[in-house]
Every structure is written in C-alpha cells, then in structure tokens.
C-alpha cells in the first residue's frame, strides 16, 4: 500500500522524535510537532494504518507508538533531507591535518573523528587491496644463492622478501626469470592473480614454478594481514542509548566488535559508497543499525569506515559525517 504524503509526515515526525527520545510517541506529540491542523482522531487513525502496513509497533495498550526497521528503512530512503546531508558534508575538511606521513595515520585520525562527532562506535577496516595493480616485480641478486624479490604496484613498494634460488643458475635464471615475472604479473590486479593463481602456477615452467609460487604467498599473506587491519573507537559509547540496557542488545553488540569474522560479514561489498543495514531483516543484529562507506584515497579503495549503533540510530547525522570524512580524505591526498 502505497504511504500518502500525511502518512510520510507523521512517519517522519514519529521517527525524528523517537531517535532523540527513545519514547513511544503519541498522537498529541505529533499533532504538536507537525500536524496542528489535524485532529488527534485523525493522526490516531493514521497512525493505526501505518502499524498494520508493519511501519509501527504499539509496546503496550495504552502507549504511544515506535518506529519498526521497516519504518527507518523507508525514512532513510526516503524522508531524510538529502540537502542537509550534503551542507554537512562540506563541513569536514578541517577535521584533518593535511600533513599525513601514510595511509595509516589517515585511518586513525579518520576512525576517531567519526566516533566523536557522531557518538556511535566507529571501525575503520583496511581493505581494499584486490584493486592494487602490480606494476613492477622484480628479483635482484644479493649473493649466497638469495635474491631479493620486490614487489612495486600503483600505490608504492608493496612487499620485499628474500628467497633462495637454485644453484649454479644465477646468470640464466635472473635474466630470464624477470622478464617472466613482468609478463606473467606486470599490470594485473591484486585480485585477478590471487583468484587465478592455480592456473599460474600450473602454467609456469618448472624452474620458475617456487618463485611463482613465493610471489603468490606474498601477495595472498599481505591480502590477508591488511583485510585483518582494523581501528575501532567509541566502544563504550553504545551504553549512552537506552536500548542497551538490555543484556541481549549489549550481548549482540559485543559479539559483532569481537568477531573479526562477523564484523567483516557486515560491511557491505557492493559497488556502493554508502550502504546501510537496519535490524535483523537486513543482516544487521537485533536492534541495531550498520552504516559503511568506501574509503578512497588516489583513486583506490583502501578500506571501509563503518559506525555502529542502535536503529534509532541519527542517520541524516551519520550519512553526512561519512560522507564529508572520506570526501575530505580524497580531498587532501589528491592537493
């Protein structure tokens, strides 16, 4: 059934109020708030529609009525002032000092500005690295049958490691072990040789199959300790929201920042720059809310900053903080 504009207002309203006061909200407060106009018979009987259509839930009799995570998916793509996440967006620039030495401070910093300004548990989460382009590999000779193989991409030195190589071969086995590894690895991404790499291995002739075989370890251990990588703040904040008073709540909550595995299942892996997960029916816990945006920096994608909190959460708030930190991130490493 399709929501009519007095529906939508009353749903916005019911929905604004709650998020500040975590109260039913009742006929007379929104009568107050936004409909003067209408009597509180009428906003009764609206308010009855919208909780059969699943929008609301009634906790008691004689109380008012709550937002269901139907109701905030609907307010959130729909009835949030996409205008005021924008202004807020612009914002955010002077959060961050421009004289980052890596990407690692970015994180940090990033991580922390967003749990401060929205007072929700914020996670930044490295990742990202299946869109690294190798742009150079290459073996270099340090003596006593090692070599040092280099691994160089698009975003910098990757990963040095050294190896062993046969015997009584130095001479052939580096010239032409270069060149293999160029035309085998040289301008492909992170992703495509990790995901084909049987197929290379198998492909390879048998004195250069270990070195292939080491430059895939490489690669898929660095894959593994950077999507490990995560920066957590605000923790504690989530017990300044009434709903985790309950012990189950604050049960769910704790399992998901102490589950690397479960925390990763969250964050969305769309091609989206923000995705949002309301309430159980969306993959998110019971009662909370999971909010993602890509982080970007020169053009790559270098991991995920998520804020986590109650699903009453402030969304407007958490959409624009997002989204002006990791457009201030981009901002400052492009100047």
Known sequence: MKISERKSKILKSLIDN??????PISSSQIKQACLPEVSSATIRSE???????????????????????????????????RDAIDRQMDN???Y????????????????????????????VVMGGVDSITLKDIKLVDIGDDSAL?????????????IIDIPQNMKNKFFA?????????????TVKEITDNSDIIV?????????????????????????ESRMYMEGTDKIFDYKEFEDVGNVKNFLSVINTGEKLHSLISQDDVEINIKI????????NMAVVTAKCVIAGKEVGHAVVIGPERMDYQKVLGVLGGVTKAIEKIKKE
Do not use: W
């Open 176 to 188: 032409q072990a270069n060149e293999m590894l160029v035309q085998m690895f040289a301008g492909k």
């Open 18 to 23: 709650y998020i500040s006061t975590c109260e």
């Open 202 to 226: 198998q492909s390879s002739i048998s004195e250069y199959r270990a070195l292939f075989q080491e430059v895939l370890e490489m690669l898929q251990n660095y894959k593994r300790k950077e």
């Open 279 to 286: 309430g159980k029916d969306e993959n998110a816990e019971e």
């Open 47 to 81: 308010m009855v529609a919208l909780e059969e259509m699943g929008y609301l839930v009634q906790p008691h009799k004689s109380a008012g009525r709550v937002p269901s995570s139907k109701a905030y998916r609907y307010y959130v793509d729909n009835l949030i002032d």
């Open 96 to 123: 961050f000092d421009r004289n980052f030495s890596d990407v690692e401070q970015v994180v940090k910093n990033t991580a922390k500005v967003i749990s401060d300004i929205t007072n929700y548990t914020s996670i």
């Open 92 to 94: 955010f620039v002077d």
């Open 149 to 161: 193989l280099v691994i160089i991409t698009d975003s910098g030195l990757l990963k040095d490691k």
